[in-house]
């Protein structure tokens, strides 16, 4: 399997980076990290994370992995590729993902 990260998942990562950045540094390049590399092993296991159920009514079945209890990276599987659509903070409002994903 491929990895594909939408340039709005992209967005998602750089704010978070910034907004922790101004806190700290190295804890935004400690979390800017895990969660890359946790999307690293979806190329082994794409199945590994459970379906979304805030995404159900979509035609795609979406599946969010959880890194670090905070972040959901929300993808699709297609054509044995990975497709990362957003990478979402679970402290917003759950009803602001839908809106996020591509």
């Not at 390049?29 to 979509?58: C, G, H, R, S």
Request: glycine fraction near 0%.
């Amino acid at each position: 399997m491929k990895i594909r990260i939408s340039k709005n998942a992209e967005k998602h990562l750089d704010d978070i980076f910034n907004f922790i950045c101004n806190i700290s540094e190295r804890a935004a390049v400690d979390t800017y990290n895990t969660i890359l590399d946790e999307i690293d092993f979806l190329e082994k296991q794409p199945k590994m994370a459970a379906k979304e159920w805030l995404l159900e009514e979509f035609s795609r079945e979406y599946r969010s992995l959880v890194v670090m209890r905070k972040y959901k990276v929300i993808y699709f599987i297609e054509d044995e590729i990975v497709h990362i659509s957003a990478i979402w903070d679970c402290r917003r409002n759950p009803d602001t993902l839908i809106k996020e994903v591509e």
